[in-house]
């Protein structure tokens, strides 16, 4: 086994792999970059070393630098995590070279799998069924085009060397195609320098279920259970499960049969994920395999009890695997979500910004948290918004969900935006819990996904008006004296009561408050009506009762801004300073951007007449495209950036000036 590995990562995969290595005894080096200084995989690290700028390109991506660390720090082997350098054959022949184990596949089998086209010719002769279409070097854009009308519309295309949903599009219909061509080709290039493109049939109600593959270099190969990881936006996963409900116990076995089979035929050893299209009639077709360890292993290891980065670490140092088949079982059921900083609302757009407030679940047997950060720190626009991963396991999948739903409602954060709520409607949804799923389920259910909950706005803002008034109290106190008057509550004046008075903002709307303290209880008047309420404020938790109803939340304030956690319910309100500018919100003709990220294209040019819907500008953020399209008919008065700025979210892009209808 080795003594001291390097980990060519960052956030929760180089903390993952830290704690296994620690608990085998293993040194670890980490490497972070300028915007990482004080990152948690830094902290937790034996030794770390600075390797560049914020952009990856400048750090993470600089094959030369991690192999000088490497050398310099002792490291035996390099553990590449998941993403950046992972899937890069160049790396690992580069470590070779120079002597160190790379902790993954041969190269061999990186560059067969690294190209989606060859891959999919080396499946075919193994037998491994395809979905229809065309994987061949000819990129010109009329081929491509014909080969997706040979297929049939609706077609998928695919960056041959992508992953993670970047450099995929789905066309419709013949119109859309020139368009969806010149966008993935664009993101495959930006994301992995590469932009030649494979087109194949896109099946409609397809399930996405993957297995996990193992191998080592004794040639002994197995497979771990399954996963679905249906569930998906922007074809990123966004829940996934093990093992995958629902499927035959015969196709189940036919499915890991042929997953091992992709691994031998190619000569894999260590962690693998072949992926497959699962369609409603039980047929399944090779998708892709991922020759790195994926973000979800974790439901895997919940449910087998075994820890999939020891066995990577193991197969790396050449031991054999610690199982056969046979001895490989399966136990209960876990589910796996991803808390990502993101606007669900606004198409999932990346956000960025300070965890100023952060509390996860409390871990146990049956809750697990993967995290890279800590509060206080900055989801910047440089990485992926992925905050943490929530894994969850239990007996069976409906003990799970449960478990899922709880954990989901424990979760706080504050400062940045996230999915969280979506996540909690998605573990709640009828659809999903009856696993009524295939991958357009966010589509098909966009409207119970996105529905906003009923909340009785005038209790929210009574307690928040309770929290405010306990907190005000606790400030104040003369602990010399309680029995002071300027300890009372109500601002004691000789010979008068005093009802303190404050207004609250909840979604643009002001709620006027009046609170009265007696010898018992508190009295808090929110718009006409009246609440009795008693208190208790430890910390940022408050227990109160209102009106006989008994509440236990947490509340964070952030200066005046106040968000309240309760039963899954987050309510966010904030104390009306009379100062404060209320400001005007932009003219109708500017465009801003949605959020920081790099100019890509300009799609436009001043005095180019446009009309509602056409793109403008695209921005990449965290690799990722968002085009921003013209809101109405008009005409382009300024643009003011070009292709390669920075800008920042909020930024005018461009200034429209709508066209007068005709009489």
Not at 457 to 473: G, N
């Given at each position: 086994m080795f003594n001291k590995i390097l980990i060519a990562n960052r956030g929760e995969i180089a903390c993952r792999i830290i704690q296994t290595a620690h608990r085998l005894g293993i040194k670890c080096v980490a490497v972070y970059s300028e915007a990482d200084r004080n990152a948690r995989h830094v902290a937790l690290a034996d030794e770390a070393f600075l390797i560049g700028p914020a952009p990856s390109r400048e750090s993470y991506l600089r094959v030369e630098k991690i192999i000088e660390v490497a050398k310099q720090s002792g490291a035996e082997a390099?553990?590449?995590?998941?993403?950046?350098?992972?899937?890069n054959a160049a790396f690992a022949e580069a470590l070779a070279a120079n002597g160190i184990t790379f902790i993954g596949p041969p190269v061999g089998a990186i560059e067969a799998?690294?190209?989606?086209?060859a891959a999919k010719q080396i499946m075919e002769k193994a037998g491994v069924p395809l979905v229809p279409g065309y994987h061949g070097d000819d990129q010109r854009v009329d081929l491509i085009k014909r080969e997706a009308e040979r297929c049939g519309y609706p077609v998928l295309l695919k960056a041959v060397a992508g992953g993670g949903g970047k450099g995929m599009r789905v066309v419709w219909k013949a119109e859309e195609f020139e368009a969806a061509f010149d966008a993935a080709r664009r993101e495959g290039e930006s994301s992995f320098g590469n932009g030649d493109l494979l087109v194949e049939k896109y099946l409609t109600k397809p399930r996405h279920v993957e297995l996990q593959v193992f191998a080592d270099q004794h040639g002994n190969a197995v497979y771990l259970g399954d996963r679905d990881c249906s569930v998906q936006r922007r074809h990123q996963k966004v829940i996934e499960e093990a093992p995958a409900p629902n499927i035959p116990a015969e196709v189940r076995r036919a499915m890991g049969e042929a997953a091992v089979n992709a691994a031998r035929a190619i000569n894999y050893e260590g962690?693998?994920?072949?992926?497959?299209?699962?369609?409603?009639?039980?047929?399944?077709?090779?998708?892709?395999?991922?020759?790195?360890?994926?973000?979800?292993?974790?439901?895997?290891?919940?449910?087998?009890?075994?820890?999939?980065?020891?066995?990577?670490l193991l197969v790396a140092a050449g031991g054999t695997l610690p199982l056969t088949q046979?001895?490989?079982?399966?136990?209960?059921?876990?589910?796996?979500?991803?808390?990502?900083?993101?606007d669900p609302d606004a198409d999932f757009m990346p956000a960025t910004g300070r965890l100023d407030y952060l509390r996860t679940p409390t871990e146990s047997h049956h809750v697990r948290v993967d995290t890279g950060v800590v509060e206080g720190d900055v989801v910047?626009?440089?990485?992926?918004?992925?905050?943490?991963?929530?894994?969850?396991?239990?007996?069976n999948r409906e003990q799970a969900l449960r478990r899922l739903?709880?954990?989901?409602?424990?979760?706080?954060?504050?400062?940045?935006?996230?999915?969280?709520?979506f996540l909690a409607q998605?573990?709640?949804?009828?659809?999903?819990?009856?696993?009524?799923?295939?991958?357009?389920?966010?589509?098909?259910?966009?409207?119970?996904?996105?529905?906003?909950?009923?909340?009785?706005?005038?209790?929210?803002?009574?307690?928040?008006a309770t929290y405010l008034t306990l907190a005000r109290k606790q400030q104040a106190l003369n602990p010399d004296d309680p029995s002071s008057p300027f300890n009372r509550l109500n601002d004691w004046r000789l010979n008068a009561n005093y009802a303190r008075t404050l207004e609250l903002i909840h979604a643009d709307k002001h709620h006027p408050v009046t609170v009265l303290e007696d010898d018992r209880h508190y009295l808090i008047h929110v718009d006409n009506t009246e609440y009795r309420v008693n208190a208790t404020l430890d910390g940022d938790k408050l227990d109160a009762t209102l009106n006989g109803h008994r509440f236990s939340l947490a509340i964070h304030q952030q200066e005046q801004q106040l968000t309240l956690f309760h039963d899954g319910t987050v309510f966010e309100c904030a104390r009306h300073q009379p100062q404060w500018d209320d400001g005007e919100g932009q003219h109708e003709g500017s465009l801003a951007?949605?959020?920081?990220?790099?100019?890509?294209?300009?799609?436009?040019?001043?005095?180019?007449?446009?009309?509602?819907?056409?793109?403008?500008?695209?921005?990449?953020?965290?690799?990722?495209?968002?085009?921003?399209s013209a809101p109405f008919d008009g005409t382009v008065t300024e643009v003011f950036f070009v292709p390669g700025d920075l800008v920042d979210g909020g930024a005018e892009l461009i200034a429209l000036e709508r066209m007068e209808a005709k009489a």
């Amino acid at each position: 086994m080795f003594n001291k590995i390097l980990i060519a990562n960052r956030g929760e995969i180089a903390c993952r792999i830290i704690q296994t290595a620690h608990r085998l005894g293993i040194k670890c080096v980490a490497v972070y970059s300028e915007a990482d200084r004080n990152a948690r995989h830094v902290a937790l690290a034996d030794e770390a070393f600075l390797i560049g700028p914020a952009p990856s390109r400048e750090s993470y991506l600089r094959v030369e630098k991690i192999i000088e660390v490497a050398k310099q720090s002792g490291a035996e082997a390099v553990h590449p995590g998941y993403g950046f350098l992972s899937e890069n054959a160049a790396f690992a022949e580069a470590l070779a070279a120079n002597g160190i184990t790379f902790i993954g596949p041969p190269v061999g089998a990186i560059e067969a799998m690294g190209s989606k086209s060859a891959a999919k010719q080396i499946m075919e002769k193994a037998g491994v069924p395809l979905v229809p279409g065309y994987h061949g070097d000819d990129q010109r854009v009329d081929l491509i085009k014909r080969e997706a009308e040979r297929c049939g519309y609706p077609v998928l295309l695919k960056a041959v060397a992508g992953g993670g949903g970047k450099g995929m599009r789905v066309v419709w219909k013949a119109e859309e195609f020139e368009a969806a061509f010149d966008a993935a080709r664009r993101e495959g290039e930006s994301s992995f320098g590469n932009g030649d493109l494979l087109v194949e049939k896109y099946l409609t109600k397809p399930r996405h279920v993957e297995l996990q593959v193992f191998a080592d270099q004794h040639g002994n190969a197995v497979y771990l259970g399954d996963r679905d990881c249906s569930v998906q936006r922007r074809h990123q996963k966004v829940i996934e499960e093990a093992p995958a409900p629902n499927i035959p116990a015969e196709v189940r076995r036919a499915m890991g049969e042929a997953a091992v089979n992709a691994a031998r035929a190619i000569n894999y050893e260590g962690a693998g994920t072949v992926e497959f299209l699962y369609d409603e009639d039980g047929s399944f077709y090779f998708m892709e395999m991922n020759t790195r360890l994926q973000v979800e292993h974790p439901v895997t290891e919940l449910v087998t009890g075994q820890d999939l980065v020891e066995w990577q670490l193991l197969v790396a140092a050449g031991g054999t695997l610690p199982l056969t088949q046979e001895q490989i079982r399966l136990d209960g059921h876990s589910l796996e979500v991803r808390v990502y900083a993101e606007d669900p609302d606004a198409d999932f757009m990346p956000a960025t910004g300070r965890l100023d407030y952060l509390r996860t679940p409390t871990e146990s047997h049956h809750v697990r948290v993967d995290t890279g950060v800590v509060e206080g720190d900055v989801v910047s626009h440089y990485y992926d918004p992925m905050i943490a991963k929530l894994i969850v396991w239990d007996e069976n999948r409906e003990q799970a969900l449960r478990r899922l739903s709880q954990a989901l409602a424990d979760y706080r954060i504050c400062g940045v935006k996230t999915n969280l709520g979506f996540l909690a409607q998605l573990a709640a949804s009828p659809a999903f819990r009856s696993f009524s799923v295939d991958t357009g389920f966010i589509d098909k259910h966009n409207s119970e996904l996105f529905r906003a909950d009923e909340i009785d706005e005038q209790r929210y803002i009574a307690l928040a008006a309770t929290y405010l008034t306990l907190a005000r109290k606790q400030q104040a106190l003369n602990p010399d004296d309680p029995s002071s008057p300027f300890n009372r509550l109500n601002d004691w004046r000789l010979n008068a009561n005093y009802a303190r008075t404050l207004e609250l903002i909840h979604a643009d709307k002001h709620h006027p408050v009046t609170v009265l303290e007696d010898d018992r209880h508190y009295l808090i008047h929110v718009d006409n009506t009246e609440y009795r309420v008693n208190a208790t404020l430890d910390g940022d938790k408050l227990d109160a009762t209102l009106n006989g109803h008994r509440f236990s939340l947490a509340i964070h304030q952030q200066e005046q801004q106040l968000t309240l956690f309760h039963d899954g319910t987050v309510f966010e309100c904030a104390r009306h300073q009379p100062q404060w500018d209320d400001g005007e919100g932009q003219h109708e003709g500017s465009l801003a951007a949605p959020m920081t990220g790099t100019v890509v294209a300009v799609l436009c040019e001043a005095g180019a007449q446009v009309k509602a819907g056409d793109g403008l500008i695209v921005i990449e953020a965290m690799k990722m495209e968002q085009t921003i399209s013209a809101p109405f008919d008009g005409t382009v008065t300024e643009v003011f950036f070009v292709p390669g700025d920075l800008v920042d979210g909020g930024a005018e892009l461009i200034a429209l000036e709508r066209m007068e209808a005709k009489a």
